[in-house]
């Protein structure tokens, strides 16, 4: 009795679950048909603000992925005292939520911030409110998340080939290229895939630092409060699609892994 | 020109790991590192291949020094316990790999690969992933990726433990041969005494980190310091014994359970001793009811030859081969003796029959025994 009973209460969380995850699914769908969202996303401006965050997005992800990479080596292999402190400080844009991140990223690359200022005196150089500003707010956001996923795709490498690597006269970096990376490949690519998806849907710290500029999340946002449903419709289902896309090569990259 | 180790200590993490090493190895000798799991013989060979960073002492090989060189700049050959072969790479390029890393000529390269695969005889498996190889085969192809470069030393890590039966005596005396072949100095770490005894010149027993005994295999075996290589090196008898009467230096009189030893290994004070009783040095033979202990007289000139009657055969356990290991007991005193299937049909033994025990005084091997130490049973 006790077994049938905790079934059905095990069944009765599973489909409150799914009823509440599916309703904005389900109510996105159903938005976008009655207001035609997708003849709404062939409008010039929209396309723009596609193709800023596509570019912005690609190339937030390959500086995090060089950079994610390289701090997950070093807190992998590199084990010093205060790593541990060293790597919880990189893992902070993780858990810090984005307007925080914006906001501190204003304070330091600002017109008149730590580093803003002396770039801008120096150089006539305006970081923030430019598309420089949403690559390096994007950039923020996703690094520990690369960082983490190169860290564990390294521990994952079975410590006595990186000691074979050595003994076979193999240096750190001959070992990070003909060993560690390849065999990490899966993983990193990953990690990549996820980092993308992060930044592309980056909206918080964005925002903070996009001035007049407008990624995806941002028009979204901005198309909603004024009551403008198709492109926000639009773009909510393209980038539920990419979520779903990108969770799919996930996926798929780990049962190839398995 | 040996490779020397002087009172090398590793920590890790606070926690001392290997205890101030020493030995020295004559170049082209092999040495076999015996000990438990957790004694630090692995982290032996990683300090030797410099992968490990010593905190004290000093390393050297044919008179330079190793302690400041990389394990790149050192020619040292490593196979691991799990043979670490890159799964991502051919067998192949497993090989080619150290000789890349080394920037040998492309001509050169090709040149040893096919030496190397020849004298493994692994020509046909180049091509194939790791994946794709049996565990004798993947141990081949660690070995040509380490022979490859022509190492000074070669360091072999638990190299047969998971093989089986067949594989591993095939992959030993092929170990053995390229070795002399070679002349290459050689490390080769083991738990397994059967190995440590075909495999090593000489053997080092190690145990939590500090080395107990090193010598010539038969040394260690028959031998043995301490109660600890007694039973690490399987001597299965190890009886509580006392010494009643010392003839000179050579030759001793030594009293157990169930009878009296002539002995020419023991210790020079104390009357308590352990006495190591190795299986393959004991012989059985069927015994006369009129025929009593009697002990030779060493001082005849004939070798010393203990005569021990009244052995009645407990069990007879089947072993590997035509071997049989045959527990005797008497006076509640357990003894285990290897026997050949042959020899036990030929004089007619089987259990409940009464033997007699012959053993040389100079197989008869007395420790010293402390007040503390616990009566260790045979298995």
Redesign the interface.
Known sequence: MRVTGFSALMTLIVLAAGIFFSSPFAALLLSFATADGFAQLLNRQVLVVIGTSLVTALMATGLAAVVGTVLGYHFTFRKKSGGRWLKTFFSLPLVLPPSAAGYMLLLAFGRYGLIGAPLYQTFSLQIMFTATALVLAQFFVVTPLMMQAASSAFQQVPESLVKASHSLGADDYTTFIKVLLPLSRPVLVAGVITAFARAIGEFGATMMVAGRLKTIPIMIYSKAMGGDAGVADGLSLLLVLLSFLVLLLVNLLGERRR | MSLILDKVSLNIDGHPILKQISFRLSIGQSLVVLGNSGAGKSKLL?VV?G?LKHQSGKISFAGREQDTL???ERK???V???Y?????LTAEANIL??LK??QAPIKEQAKWLKAVAAELKIDHLLKRFPAELSGGQQQRVALA??MV?RPEVL?LDEPLSALDAASRERLALLMKKIQKKYRVTMLYVTHDHNEARYMGDQVLVIDQGRVIQMGKPEEIFSRPVSRFVAHFTATRNILPGRITKRCGDDLARVEVASGELMSTSFPARGEDVWVCLRPEYLSLSDTLPEVSDRISDARSGKLAANFVSGYRIVQIIPQSGVTVLVELVKQGERLLVFASNREIEQQGLHVNSDVELTVDAGQVHCLPRQAEDIYCRPE
Do not use: N, T, V
């Not at chain 2, 670490?84 to 991502?88: E, K, N, Q």
């Open positions: 990683e291949a992968l990389s394990p790149q040292i050959g490593f691991f316990q799990d670490a072969l890159f799964p991502h790999f150290g890393a080394r990726r380490c470069f360091l």
